[in-house]
């Protein structure tokens, strides 16, 4: 005990050390030139609009959100809370090495394995992704914990990361579908024989029940998300390129992990966890039949990376030539691929690299084609300019409780309420949530529209008879963002039945969703 006890300050400042440096390059490697992304702001926007459930997400975001706001709702809190999920990662990661009994050297590589891969790239978007990956380690840190002390704690433990996972991302279903027969097939099916199993699963159904009585009351809107993303989407999908983007998310520690899948298999003395590679099996293969896209299954990863650590660990005990060219290529490799990996190019700069992140991928979009930006990037830029263009058509507005701000789509209406220099500006949208949140108690007397740059209609030739006057404010010309083009108008003046048109317009695409 006593050569242990000196280990014990070194370990928790190493450990320190690793969760500052994952927090800190979250924002260090990202580009000054971005803004926030299209799918933060409408996360952002659920805080104004508290409820047990949401088209779009569950709930649990919108507590996150919330928490932003409450401490000022900047650039720095909405990147903060993804890197911390982050941080927590590679913390259970730790915890799960610590579990198999693996020494600093493990833990150390488990880490670096943890920063250097896609994750890093998930960790600097406040998306509901960075909780899920969370949430899925954790699930497995309690399981192990239980299948090898057999006390109940583990099993709610379990149910609780469970129920938030739940509530932060549908994607869970797909991790405790492949449990279930990884668990039976293996002794540890006793687990169906303990009591606490089913207060746990009781325990989980509790704290879920909000979210899915909020679900049968709106008639299961996730259902109908779920089909529109098979359409425009998730169609798209090849599954040959989910297996192969499995590897590509962690190349740069893919010895680690190919230890992590090849000690599960045949190592005897992690035989007994078989039960994890079962469950990476039956899960990706659940997801390759949906045709999911491949970084739903980031939350598989972690635990591999921390076996593959100990593993390894073992195998190069005092072999330190070979250690140090295991972190060398680990590191190294990362950062050699950093441009691709992280946003640490300008628009510009991506452009004139463009062959490099055309053979990797980098540049197809959702819609299965090629474009100049890969799409987060583009889904990062022109905002400030938009919500400026809107301000300036609102600025014009005498009768502010009167005016209506209806954009194209949830980004757009996200991003004007983000960073518009009017607080309460209010836009909406007929998109996701956004068309939920109307409230068409006043007559509507003008307009400021946000029409995409495709539009039918850049005359407004329909909107002409029922406005006094239309005014074209401007139109977004920032040559990189998806949004270039997109057009501000105010409507000035509107006549009476043009209140009734905009709500026969909401039922109408309620009723089509």
């Known amino acids: 005990m006593k050569d242990q006890n000196p280990k014990q300050p070194a370990e928790y400042i ?67 809370i993804p890197a911390l999920f982050g941080a927590c990662t590679i913390l259970f990661c730790w915890k799960i090495v610590d579990f198999l009994k693996g020494n600093l050297l493990a833990k150390c590589l488990v880490a670096v394995a943890c920063i250097c891969s896609a994750l890093l790239r998930l960790n600097t978007l406040y998306q509901p992704n960075s909780f899920d990956v969370l949430a899925w380690t954790a699930i497995f840190h309690y399981l192990l914990k239980y299948f090898d002390k057999n006390e109940a704690r583990y099993l709610y433990a379990f149910a609780v990361f469970v129920a938030l996972g739940f509530l932060n991302k549908y994607n869970i279903l797909f ?34 029940s909000p979210n899915v009585i909020w679900q049968i009351s709106h008639h299961f809107p996730v259902l109908i998300h779920m089909k529109a993303l098979q ?57 390759s039949y949906f045709k999911a896209k491949d970084y739903y299954a980031l939350g598989l990863y972690p635990v591999l990376l921390a076996f593959g650590a100990v593993y390894l660990s073992r195998v190069l005990a005092k072999k330190y030539v070979l250690t140090g060219l295991l972190f060398v290529f680990n590191i190294g490799s990362f950062i050699y691929l950093l441009p691709l990996l992280m946003p640490v190019y300008s628009p510009s700069q991506i452009i004139a690299r463009h062959k490099r992140f055309e053979r990797v991928g980098a540049l197809r979009w959702e819609d299965g084609k090629n474009h100049e930006l890969p799409q987060d990037y583009a889904d990062m830029q022109g905002w400030k300019e938009l919500a400026a263009l809107v301000d300036t058509a609102y600025g014009k507005v005498k009768d502010k409780s009167s005016v209506l701000i209806r954009a194209d789509n949830y980004g757009q209406a996200g991003a004007i309420n983000y960073y518009s220099k009017y607080t309460n500006i209010n836009a909406l949208s007929y998109n996701a949530d956004y068309l939920y949140w109307f409230k068409m108690d006043k007559p509507v007397k003008d307009l400021i529209l946000i029409e995409w740059s495709g539009d039918e209609d850049p005359q407004r030739k329909r909107e002409q008879p029922l406005f006094d006057k239309i005014t074209k404010i401007g139109e977004l010309k920032n040559p990189y963002a998806r949004e270039k083009g997109a057009a501000v108008f105010l409507l000035e003046g509107a006549k009476k039945e043009v209140t009734g048109i905009i709500k026969s317009e909401i039922e109408a695409e309620k009723n089509d969703h």
Request: cysteine-free.
């Open 231 to 287: 359409s425009t989407q998730l169609v798209y999908v090849n599954r040959i390129d989910f297996f192969i983007g499995q590897f590509l998310f962690f190349i740069s520690s893919i010895f680690i992990l190919l230890a992590g899948i090849g000690s599960l298999i045949f190592y005897k003395e992690f035989r007994k966890y078989n039960w994890i590679i079962f469950t990476y099996i039956i899960t990706l293969l659940v997801f």
């Open 14 to 80: 190493i450990l320190v050390s690793f969760l500052i440096l994952k927090v800190v390059l979250s924002f260090m490697l990202v580009n000054s030139v971005y803004e926030l992304h299209r799918d933060e702001f409408l996360h952002l926007d659920q805080a104004n609009h508290l409820d047990a459930g949401f088209t779009s997400v569950p709930p649990l975001t919108s507590l996150f959100s919330w928490l932003i706001k409450a401490f000022g709702n900047s650039y720095f809190m909405v990147k903060l």
């Open 175 to 208: 991790l405790i579908i492949g449990l279930l027969p990884a668990i039976i097939i293996t002794p540890n099916r006793k687990i169906f024989t303990d009591k606490s199993l089913y207060v746990a699963i009781l325990l989980a159904l509790f704290l879920i």
